[in-house]
């Protein structure tokens, strides 16, 4: 069981998954309207929208997105032109995404202290000026995909924008199962740089989405857990704001990383790596899921704190080894 406590993580950490970093002070007007855009220099403004494209995750994405797509390559068939095109598509798709995001979310962003010095509700960017820039950027990464790698991994990413925002956003404010639905556009990136190979979606990309799925749901549970004040103050039907004790949301932690251990073995049993893979993520996922068990017992928010940073570390090396462990078939 895990109580809260205010813990300061960082502004971008998501169901996406984006690693640890630190929140910006709300810098709205004291009573929460916007600041007029043409208060706003234009070199702030410009950082502001590239704030707007949340480069934390959006760096996240490009990771698993080129493991996927190194994964799908076969020995010595490596295309680094068209993976560079990959990366380009998606790094625009993912920052419109992200951005189309906020611009829905910026009524409730102003409300939770975590968010509220975001482009928008601080007013560093009004919200048409959000709109616009998101929704081009995010056109012309799925179109570029379309156009200079192929139209199945722009579908995909097309697919990602659909569910993350007209879907998971929405459901938010409905369900605590919103979490489960994030997951999967959290997870698509991994499996639209399997395709851009030229390969179909087959066994081995949707095990690397399987992965990155199960990784999210423990990860997010404990971010959620954390900002669990914040995320009722916004509105949000978060199975944290919805816990009074943390007893479901510590064996709902605890059942997905159970479930991620042998669901990240499997690479090496379908012969996509090799044992010095299987050895380390059996480690990483026996690490993981002890302090995920300790949860169920410790009273300490601390815990909670110490299984996202646990989460944060282990994919990463889990990649890192998945690359290095590739089997040459």
């Known amino acids: 069981m895990i109580r809260a406590n205010r813990t300061e993580i960082g502004s ?6 984006t ?5 910006h002070a709300p810098t709205t007007t004291r009573t929460g309207r916007e600041r007029p855009e043409g208060t706003v220099k234009s070199g702030e403004r410009i950082r502001a929208l590239y704030e707007l494209t949340k480069p934390g995750i959006t760096r996240h994405i490009l990771v698993t997105t080129a493991a996927g797509f190194y994964m799908a390559s076969t020995p010595g068939g490596l295309d680094l032109v068209l993976l560079l095109h990959m990366m380009i598509g998606a790094a625009l798709a993912s920052s419109g995404t992200l951005g189309l995001n906020q611009y829905v979310e910026r009524d409730i962003d102003a409300l939770m202290a975590r968010t509220a010095g975001r482009p928008i509700p601080s007013g560093r960017v009004s919200a048409q000026t959000a709109l616009v820039f998101a929704t081009t950027t995010a056109v012309a990464g799925i179109a570029y995909q379309g156009l ?12 990602t924008l659909i569910s993350y925002i007209f879907i998971y956003t929405p459901l938010k404010r409905r369900t605590s199962l919103n979490t489960l639905v994030g997951a999967v556009p959290g997870a698509l990136p991994i499996l639209a740089g399997w ?4 390969r179909d979606p087959d066994l081995g990309g949707w095990i690397l989405f399987a992965i990155m799925f199960l990784w999210q749901i423990p990860h997010f549970l404990a971010l ?14 978060m199975l944290s704001a919805v816990d009074p004790d943390g007893r479901r949301t510590s064996r709902q932690i605890v059942n997905y990383a159970a479930i991620l251990l042998p669901v990240s ?13 299987f050895s380390a993520a059996l480690i990483l996922g026996l690490a993981f899921l002890l302090v995920a068990l300790k949860t169920l017992t410790n009273n300490e ?4 704190r110490r299984l996202f940073i646990t989460s944060v570390i282990y994919l990463p090396i889990l990649l890192l080894l998945l690359v290095i462990d590739k089997v040459r078939i």
Not at 12 to 17: L, N, P, R, Y
Not at 19 to 23: E, F, N, Q, Y
Not at 266 to 273: D, E, S, W
């Open 265 to 277: 073995l499997l690479p090496t049993a379908l012969g996509m790596a090799g044992y010095i893979y």
């Open 148 to 159: 200079l790698v192929n139209w199945t991994t722009a579908l995909i990413t097309a697919a």
């Open 12 to 17: 971008e950490g998501t169901a996406s998954g």
């Open 195 to 198: 395709t851009a190979t030229g």
């Open 19 to 23: 690693g640890l970093v630190t929140a």
């Open 224 to 237: 959620a857990w954390l900002y669990r004040e914040d995320y009722r103050d916004g509105g949000f039907v």
């Open 301 to 304: 928010d601390s815990w909670a």
